[in-house]
């Protein structure tokens, strides 16, 4: 007898209350998208996310988790900062992953890439600076320049990660660093059953992110690019904590259906939409559909 996972009946639920063909049918991944879902959840992000501005999933290593589980991945890329490195980061977002780093290491250079980047204030580092652009496009960045690229949870918003990588491997210099942690799924879509690509289809685009694609299609990218792999690590059960934390607040929302329909009846498309990531989530990954992935990958030097 088959029996429904909870990712299943979750999708069945959404299936019932709302029209999820207007989501999965629509175009989200635009520039404009991107930019839209940005700025109407930047204060979601800072309530109900993170008080310091980081935009990421915590990476919970303890058996609690922790206010300094938000730090593992800025802290991962600091361990490849040296003296006076030039840093690039890729979609910086609000910002806070550069000005953490910034100041862990004031005798280096930032530069962050982002379609909306945050303006500088006085208090903030003077070794960093934003630049308001398409981080496919780094042509005002000198190749063979930089000696740290970082992308946390932004390069899944592209939907040709080949053109980023080769912009990505001209700009480092040789044996220079470009770390990601991002999400990706275990197999290809079209792999899994319906619902399941129904799951992931929502969750792309209630993000405004291109469709997630498989961890072997991202390896595939990287080395096209002319990157050599350093290692590549799976971190999906240590998100699960906050995963969760995240699944419990749209539960709120999403076990009561007048409150489902009147909330993204009233609420602004972009903003509501967060609500079916964080209540699809946690079951998406703890039933193994996905990774959240740390790939470590370099420009290594040629062979004379």
């Not at 059960?237 to 929302?253: F, G, R, V, Y």
């Amino acid at each position: 007898m088959n029996t429904e996972s909870v990712l299943e009946k979750k999708v069945k639920r959404i299936e019932s209350l709302l029209d999820i063909s207007k989501i999965i049918d629509r175009e989200a991944n635009s520039a404009k998208d991107i930019r839209k879902y940005f700025r109407v959840n930047h204060l979601a992000y800072k309530m109900f996310h993170s008080d310091m501005g980081f935009m990421h999933f915590r990476v919970t290593k303890g058996d609690k988790i922790s206010s300094e589980d938000i730090l593992y991945q800025p802290n991962v890329i600091s361990s490849y900062i040296g003296k006076g490195a030039t840093v690039v980061e890729l979609g910086p977002g609000q910002g806070s992953n550069s000005f953490y780093l910034a100041k862990k290491h004031p005798d280096a250079s930032f530069i962050g890439v982002d379609l909306n980047p945050p303006k500088l204030k006085k208090s903030d580092p003077k070794n960093v600076k934003f630049y308001k652009h398409d981080y496919s496009d780094l042509s005002f960045i000198e190749s063979n320049s930089v000696d740290v690229v970082f992308g946390i949870e932004t390069i899944v918003y592209c939907s040709d990660k080949t053109k980023v990588f080769r912009e990505v491997a001209r700009i480092l210099k040789e044996n220079g660093i470009f770390t990601v942690h991002d999400y990706a799924l275990v197999h290809p879509l079209e792999s899994y059953a319906p619902y399941e690509q129904t799951a992931m289809k929502l969750i792309s685009k209630c993000g405004a992110s291109a469709l997630i694609e498989s961890a072997e299609a991202w390896s595939s990218y990287l080395k096209e690019a002319g990157l050599t792999e350093v290692k590549t690590t799976d971190l999906h059960k240590e998100t699960l904590p906050d995963l969760k934390q995240l699944e419990h607040k749209a539960d709120h929302i999403m076990k009561k259906d007048l409150r489902v329909k009147l909330t993204f009846a009233l609420l602004p498309y972009h903003f509501v939409n967060n609500i079916l990531i964080g209540w699809l989530g946690y079951d998406a990954c703890k039933e193994g559909l996905g990774y959240y992935n740390e790939w470590i990958y370099t420009k290594a030097k040629k062979e004379v």
